[in-house]
Structure formats: C-alpha cells, structure tokens
C-alpha cells in the first residue's frame, strides 16, 4: 500500500473530548499500524461551543482574551480567536452573553443584556479583521440585540431622550433608533452568523415562545417578551427598512440574529457551512484518499445538519470513502449508510459502559484508529 492521505475531520465528543484531542487519538492509533500514513487533522464544529477552539486548532489561529460584561452587566473574563492569517475573528456569543455564566436564579430574560457580545466584536474590529464570524448558541437573552447594538455605539431613545435598554423589557420603551454613531469600521467587515435553528422572531414559534421558558421567563413573562419585539421589528421595519422578523433564524439567541441583521447587516448561514469554509475542508478532502469524520453519539439525527453529515456529504460529491466514529452508536444510525458513510465505528469496547467510554475516550479513540488501519492493510 503507497502512501496514503488520511484526513480526520471529527467534530468535539461532548462533554469529553475537544474535536482535535478526538483527531489526535484517531491519528496516534492509525500511525501505530501504518506508521507511513499522513494524516492530516482538521477538528470542525458547527458554530456551537468549541467553534472557536476548533478554527484555533485548524489554522494555527490564536485565542484573545478580555473582560467583557455579562448578561447582568456584570464583568466576566472572556475569551474569542483569530484565524492564523489574522483577517477572521471567530466569536461564541456564550462566551459573554451566554445561559452558563448564570445560575439558575439569576436567569431573567426581562433584564439580561447581550451587551458583552457586542463587546467582543468591537475588541475583534480594534484588531483590524476583515470578517467576523458569529456563533449564536446557548444564549441567556431576549432583548433582540440591542445590547450588542449599544456595544457598537447605535442609541435608542424613548419619550424622554436617550435611554439605556438593558434586556428584552426595556424595548418595549424605545421609540427611536439612532444609527449614526454605529463604529464605522461595520460597513467594511463581512459579518456571518452561525445559526442552525430556523425560528422567526415572534409569535408561537419565537425566540419568546420557544426559548423564554429555558431562560427563566414564565408564560405570562413570554407574552410580554414576544409583545416588545413585535413592537422593535416594527421599529426596525419603519425607521431601518430591515424587514426581518419573518427571515428563518431571526428569532435565534433571543432575537439576536434579527439584531445582527438589522443592525451589522450581517448573513446567516449554516454553522458547518461557515466553517468548512474558514479551514478550507472542501481542498483538503480533494486530497485525501479516505476521510474520518465522527462526533459523541451518531444516530438518525446526525444527518439533519450535524457536522459528521455536513463532512460525509462533502467527501461523497468528491467520491471519497468515509467512516463515521462514535462514543455512541445508536442502531437508528444506520440510516446514514444510505446517506453517504461507508463505515460506523463506535468506540465503546464494552457493552452499555458509557461512563468508562467518557474516562476512557481518548484510549478508546486510539485503540479505534488502530482497528480501522488493521482493516485498511487487509489487502483482500
């Protein structure tokens, strides 16, 4: 067998291992069997947590980190990456703005602010990149971006002047919106935003109705929540032409993609999309002759945009053979033999063991890449 190119391109195993330790483990085992085999590692994400670990680790990029204010407004160290080339900033908005950094009783999406995110892209614009990319996932807000608007120098006025809106309650109060002092440096930045759910902005499938309650919003808190951004996509409407409370996905983190939107102009695309193209998956693949991909559990929902599927699709269109590796594998998961993997492989050992499986990943993970270069020196 010549030499040969392995590209592993695995998304984190949650709660255990970050997508390039998975990558690692994958590559140490193979390398056991077949020592000559250039692997090449590739950890991908979908805009969710461990994004920004992951363009890190995929182009050689570098973490910043900084105090921001969290969504009480309190200040909290944060953190965001640079691709290594310098000219992308890749920013998890629940690294400011997120729902862990609450406990369970400070939850109130009447008053949490994503102020911190908007925080992060100005530290991101200081240092000059030409394009941000949002993941907006995990969010502890409601207040339809307009934190992160003020962040950015945009004000909003009320009966009496200026006033400053912290949290989904006070946009009920703003009546004009004032663009003109918006960092100018926006209009030169490519903003996209990572967003994977595809609620409007209000009504029975909002971000109110659908994500309030997780956020600590009781159904008579909801209606309120919903009433206010009814009344701000209007504003955004009228006085900003941005009809955009109906696009699919305005209605993520609590109103945040229509405030980015409306707002920053910002696009938003398909997380696995946006991040196969910053660590340019689709070359890499074209010159690899069997690609890897695998995430903690596939099963039948892998393939409804999960970042395995997303890479299994991408190495079909190219003719590629793939294999899937799993902590877990569900017996639904063959489904996806039909959609583009040739091999599942789960890493479990022993039967139902899942905590070991947990302890034990990156062991497990390398015994795994063994088994598979066994199977690929099989000249049969």
Request: hydrophobic share 45%; with cysteine.
């Given at each position: 067998?010549?030499?040969?190119?392995?590209?592993?391109?695995?998304?984190?195993?949650?709660?255990?291992?970050?997508?390039?330790?998975?990558?690692?483990?994958?590559?140490?085992?193979?390398?056991?069997?077949?020592?000559?085999?250039?692997?090449?590692?590739?950890p991908m994400a979908d805009g969710g947590e461990g994004?920004?670990?992951?363009?890190?680790?995929?182009?050689?990029?570098?973490?910043v980190e900084l105090m921001v204010m969290d969504p009480?407004?309190?200040?909290?160290?944060?953190?965001?990456?640079?691709?290594?080339?310098?000219?992308?900033?890749?920013?998890?908005?629940?690294?400011?703005?997120?729902?862990?950094?609450?406990?369970?009783?400070?939850?109130?999406?009447?008053?949490?602010?994503?102020?911190?995110?908007?925080?992060?892209?100005?530290?991101?614009?200081?240092?000059?990149?030409?394009?941000?990319?949002?993941?907006?996932?995990?969010?502890?807000?409601?207040?339809?971006?307009?934190?992160?608007?003020?962040?950015?120098?945009?004000?909003?006025?009320?009966?009496y002047g200026i006033i400053s809106v912290q949290g989904?309650?006070?946009?009920?109060?703003?009546?004009?919106?004032?663009?003109?002092?918006?960092?100018?440096?926006?209009?030169?930045?490519?903003?996209?935003?990572?967003?994977?759910?595809?609620?409007?902005?209000?009504?029975?499938?909002?971000?109110?109705?659908?994500?309030?309650?997780?956020?600590?919003?009781?159904?008579?808190?909801?209606?309120?929540?919903?009433?206010?951004?009814?009344?701000?996509?209007?504003?955004?409407?009228?006085?900003?032409?941005?009809?955009?409370?109906?696009?699919?996905?305005?209605?993520?983190?609590?109103?945040?993609?229509?405030?980015?939107?409306?707002?920053?102009?910002?696009?938003?695309?398909?997380?696995?999309?946006?991040?196969?193209?910053?660590?340019?998956?689709?070359?890499?693949?074209?010159?690899?002759?069997?690609?890897?991909?695998?995430?903690?559990?596939?099963?039948?929902?892998?393939?409804?945009?999960?970042?395995?599927?997303?890479?299994?699709?991408?190495?079909?269109?190219?003719?590629?053979?793939?294999?899937?590796?799993?902590?877990?594998?569900?017996?639904?998961?063959?489904?996806?033999?039909?959609?583009?993997?040739?091999?599942?492989?789960?890493?479990?050992?022993?039967?139902?063991?899942?905590?070991?499986?947990?302890?034990?990943?990156?062991?497990?993970?390398?015994?795994?890449?063994?088994?598979?270069?066994?199977?690929?020196?099989?000249?049969?």
């Amino acid at each position: 067998m010549g030499e040969m190119n392995i590209l592993i391109a695995p998304d984190s195993f949650k709660d255990c291992l970050s997508a390039i330790e998975v990558a690692s483990a994958l590559a140490r085992g193979i390398q056991k069997i077949i020592p000559d085999v250039s692997c090449i590692l590739v950890p991908m994400a979908d805009g969710g947590e461990g994004t920004v670990q992951s363009v890190i680790d995929a182009t050689q990029g570098k973490r910043v980190e900084l105090m921001v204010m969290d969504p009480l407004m309190r200040e909290v160290d944060s953190f965001y990456g640079i691709t290594g080339d310098g000219e992308t900033a890749v920013i998890e908005m629940a690294a400011a703005s997120g729902i862990e950094l609450l406990k369970g009783n400070e939850r109130d999406p009447w008053i949490t602010s994503t102020f911190g995110t908007g925080q992060l892209i100005k530290d991101a614009l200081d240092r000059g990149v030409k394009k941000i990319l949002l993941g907006i996932g995990g969010s502890a807000t409601n207040d339809g971006g307009v934190g992160m608007a003020q962040a950015l120098g945009v004000q909003f006025s009320g009966k009496y002047g200026i006033i400053s809106v912290q949290g989904g309650g006070a946009l009920g109060e703003v009546e004009q919106i004032h663009m003109d002092g918006l960092d100018p440096r926006v209009a030169g930045t490519e903003i996209v935003v990572a967003c994977d759910v595809s609620n409007p902005l209000t009504g029975s499938q909002g971000a109110s109705a659908i994500y309030g309650p997780q956020k600590g919003a009781d159904p008579a808190l909801v209606e309120k929540l919903d009433r206010n951004l009814v009344h701000f996509a209007e504003l955004m409407r009228d006085q900003l032409g941005k009809e955009v409370s109906g696009v699919p996905g305005a209605g993520a983190a609590g109103g945040l993609g229509a405030g980015l939107m409306a707002f920053l102009d910002a696009r938003l695309l398909r997380g696995f999309d946006i991040i196969a193209g910053v660590v340019g998956l689709e070359k890499k693949i074209s010159e690899a002759d069997l690609v890897i991909t695998g995430e903690g559990k596939m099963d039948a929902q892998t393939r409804f945009g999960k970042t395995p599927f997303g890479v299994a699709l991408m190495a079909k269109e190219q003719g590629k053979p793939v294999i899937g590796v799993a902590g877990t594998l569900d017996a639904d998961a063959a489904v996806l033999y039909e959609l583009g993997f040739d091999l599942l492989m789960p890493i479990q050992e022993r039967p139902g063991d899942l905590e070991s499986s947990l302890k034990n990943g990156e062991q497990l993970l390398e015994r795994c890449g063994e088994r598979m270069a066994r199977l690929l020196r099989m000249e049969i």
